[in-house]
């Protein structure tokens, strides 16, 4: 099962470098705002409410989970699943996979070294700088 994810992301990716690569190769990025904040603080709701502009982008929880090909394929995605919702047994928000999320979720999905490893490999939170380490990583 994971060698065949794994080769259709794989296959998936490259797809997308060839159909948008042109497209890609003309964005301009604007300067982005950066919201920080420790768990369970409220930056969660602080991010649901810049989202709520539509001056500014983000991307959605299927975007960060498939960021490899979701340029390609999350319209597509979207129109199967509809408008499913479900809720944060922490909180109780609302979310679905058009719910905006944290981009580090894409970063972890494509191999960047994060602390959200440890939701992976939780025996890495024994020495839980090694999350922190660059070099380690």
């Known amino acids: 099962m994971y060698y065949s994810a794994s080769a259709t992301n794989s296959f998936l990716a490259k797809m997308q470098a060839v159909a948008y690569a042109e497209a890609l190769a003309k964005v301009e990025v604007p300067p982005p705002i950066v919201l920080l904040g420790f768990w369970r603080s409220g930056t969660t709701f602080l991010h649901e409410l810049f989202c709520c502009d539509a001056r500014f982008g983000f991307p959605s929880t299927y975007a960060c989970m498939n960021a490899a090909h979701f340029l390609l394929t999350e319209q597509g995605f979207q129109k199967r699943r509809g408008k499913e919702q479900a809720y944060r047994p922490m909180d109780n ?30 025996s890495l939170m024994s020495d839980s700088r090694t999350l922190l380490n660059l070099r380690w990583c």
Request: with cysteine; charged share 10%; glycine share 4%.
């Open 93 to 122: 928000m609302q979310y679905s996979w058009a719910s905006p999320q944290e981009d580090e979720f894409a970063l972890l999905c494509m191999g960047a070294p994060s602390p959200y490893q440890a939701l992976l490999v939780p």
